[in-house]
């Protein structure tokens, strides 16, 4: 079934933009957004707001329609499809199939200053209602904060015998955060030790197929909670176990 934008009635296709231009505001900056968004095919432009934030840039939101649709069941990707499990069920899970204290290691690495999104998961008092993996009494979770260079992680986690690594990239401009991320794979790769952890990155701009592009086992986007990722390592780490 082809789906289209909603705005006022269903399939009516209308669409609000947000977007800035590096041209200074003046009586025909409304015209130059309008005629922005009509190059780009759509049609029935309105500017609702048009207003000078610098003298040589402007911010717009506008309304305007696209004929354009997509049938959802033909969207294809790499999704991470986790059997989210209950707090008292993922203790239950590790202390029965691992015998022992699952360990977490987690940190922003690099230049990346950002916590909100490592102590969102990590720290006791969670998120949307979800209790972070320190709260958890099977498992063993350090979060290191932020700014923490790629060796210090990894060094710390052999030192620990993590599990599990952690790992949040917040910044994204100029796709920093690519460049952190593949500091970190090269780093495991060059010191052989890949392999012994299950390596999982998070941030608003990483989505599964991002991830494992990367190298990562698994990548969580924005609004994923503590009890996902606790799910998902709690499976994974048993899965392996039994494995070896």
Known sequence: ??????????????????????VGYSVKAPDIGKQFLEKLGFHSVAI????????SFTFYVAYARTDVGIDPDEVKGDYL????MDYYAINA???KRLGRKLVVVGAAIESDAHTVGIDAIMNMKGFAGNYGLERYPQMDALNMGSQIPCEQLLRTALERNADAILVSQIVTQKNIHVQNLTKLIELLEAEGVRERFVLVVG??????AFAKELGYDAGFGPRSTPLEVASFLAQEIARRADEA
């Open 81 to 84: 499809e986790v059997e989210v």
């Open 48 to 55: 609702g707001e048009c207003t000078g934030i610098d003298p």
């Open 203 to 208: 941030g608003p701009r990483i989505n599964n």
């Open 93 to 95: 899970l590790i202390e």
């Open 1 to 22: 079934m082809i789906v289209r934008p909603y705005g006022d009635t269903r399939d009516d296709g209308v669409i609000q933009f947000s977007f800035t231009l590096p």
